[in-house]
């Protein structure tokens, strides 16, 4: 069971927009910043968002993120079929002192 | 350009060891905090453990928290992780990860598969 709660799947039509949900506490995404992954099968996790909000260097603006009291939200427009992938937010937990991953979302371009 | 090339995995008996290498190379490697992460076969993404830049704070997971050991070389610009009494949950590709204060990881290697069974 994992500290950060995700959707175990969502999907969405090409061109369309998909949120994906991160539900933590005070402990973890309250208080902490959240980053998000995006992870294709037999290829190294790479970083999508950072800091709630930022994106890095060579991550299209179709790629978003928000974080409201203690839950975040990846957002994903102009779906393509290349996004098919697994999806994981991860925060600090200052109570466990530990870094905590969602148990992963799995997105289907339809 | 930033590059992670892990090394050591491989088929290990429950309750042996394993160590662990993660070659960094294309950035400054003693100013940045490392980490390893792990995935399980069907499994989602576990944190293991992190450093600091200069080794003063560790962290584990409490799954390995007295089994592993996290360590680092600066000169050699290598981060490793030493297993010991394996088990079979241990079984997982391990990711060598650069990170920030902030927890989040930049840079991923491609990983190294680990097998714990006899």
């Known amino acids: 069971q994992s500290v950060l709660t995700q959707p175990p799947s969502v999907s969405a039509a090409p061109g369309q927009k998909v949120t994906i949900s991160c539900s933590g506490s005070s402990s973890n995404i309250g208080n902490n910043y959240v980053s998000w992954y995006q992870h294709l099968p037999g290829t190294a996790p790479k970083l999508l968002i950072y800091d709630n909000n930022k994106r890095p260097s060579g991550i299209p603006d179709r790629f978003s993120g928000s974080k409201s009291g203690t839950s975040a939200t990846l957002g994903i427009t102009g779906l393509q079929t290349g996004d098919e992938a697994d999806y994981y937010c991860?925060?600090?937990?200052?109570?466990?002192?530990?870094?905590?991953f969602g148990g992963g979302t799995k997105l289907t371009v339809l | 350009e930033v590059q992670l090339v892990e090394s050591g995995g491989g088929l290990v008996k429950p309750g042996g060891s394993l160590r662990l290498s993660c070659a960094a190379s294309g950035f400054t490697f003693s100013n940045y905090n490392m980490n390893w992460v792990r995935q399980a076969p069907g499994k989602g993404l576990e944190w293991v453990s992190s450093?600091?830049?200069?080794?003063?704070?560790?962290y584990y997971a409490d799954s390995v928290e007295g089994r592993f050991t996290i360590s680092r070389d600066n000169a050699k610009n290598s981060l490793y992780l030493q297993m010991n009494s394996l088990r079979a949950e241990d079984t997982a590709v391990y990711y060598c990860?650069?990170?920030?204060?902030?927890?989040?990881?930049?840079?991923w290697g491609q990983g190294t598969l680990v097998t714990v069974s006899s």
């Open positions: 990860t650069r990170g920030y204060s902030s927890s989040y990881f930049d840079y």
């Open positions: 450093i600091s830049s200069s080794s003063s704070y560790i």
């Open positions: 991860g925060t600090w937990d200052s109570s466990l002192s530990a870094l905590v």
